[in-house]
């Protein structure tokens, strides 16, 4: 379990719906595109638009899924509480705020992502 300080509270990020409970910590892997524009996302925090059925695959290595769009049913979250991992689902704007290779913190939840510099 991780324990994020004050400061890092400070540093508010996005708000979504958290649908898979827990908190990772983890560089940032965006999923843009379909199936064959998967990256490499062994121990990142995935994040996508709505990630395709086809693409859930590569959570089975991440450490939280986080999606702009979806609810507590959507294949994502569904996966993500399987596989025991944080997931963030209706989080507007995760593609624009979250850059590729970014520490954050995600919290399932509370549905919020922190920024994960210290």
Known sequence: MINYSVAMR?????RGVGASPGVARGKVSLLKGGAEAIPDAEDCIVVA???????????LGARA???EYGGLTCHA????RELGIPCVVAANGATRVLFE?????????TGEIWTGDD
């Open 101 to 109: 290779g970014q520490e954050d913190v995600v919290d399932g939840v």
């Open 10 to 14: 400070n540093s508010l990020l996005l």
């Open 77 to 80: 979250a569904i996966l993500a």
């Open 49 to 59: 638009r709505m990630p395709h059925f086809c693409a859930l695959p590569l959570l």
């Open 65 to 67: 899924v986080v999606t």
